[in-house]
Structure formats: structure tokens, C-alpha cells
């Protein structure tokens, strides 16, 4: 992977991390208040496991192969 590509995956993982915060912010925010019915709670949630299974892709990514 080049220096750029990495830039790159670092960047996404920013992101995409923060994204994960911010629904992880809003999600509890829900809860405790009752602000948003259950559908909305659980797509939400949805949504911020399938950015975890992102993020893991990406930093598996930028983790080097140690050959045993």
C-alpha cells in the first residue's frame, strides 16, 4: 500500500470513527429522553455496527501481515 493510500485509510477511519461517536452520542441521547421510537433506535444502531465492521475492515487493512 503507498503513503497516499494509507493517507487515505487513516482519513476514512477518522471518520468514520467519529461518525460511530456521534451515533453512539445520539443513540443514548434517545434513550435516555424516549425522543425516538424504537425502529429509528435500531436502525440507528444498525447503522453503527455496520460502520464498526468498516472500521475493522480498514485497520485490518493497515495492519502488516506478520508471517509466523
Known sequence: MTEHENEEVRL???????????LDTAIAAMAE???GDSIQIQRLKKRKLALKDRIQI???QT?????A
Open 12 to 22: 476514512e477511519l477518522a471518520r468514520l470513527r467519529q461518525e460511530h461517536r456521534d
Open 58 to 60: 480498514l485497520e485490518d
Open 33 to 35: 429522553l424516549g425522543t
Open 63 to 67: 495492519v502488516p501481515d506478520i508471517i
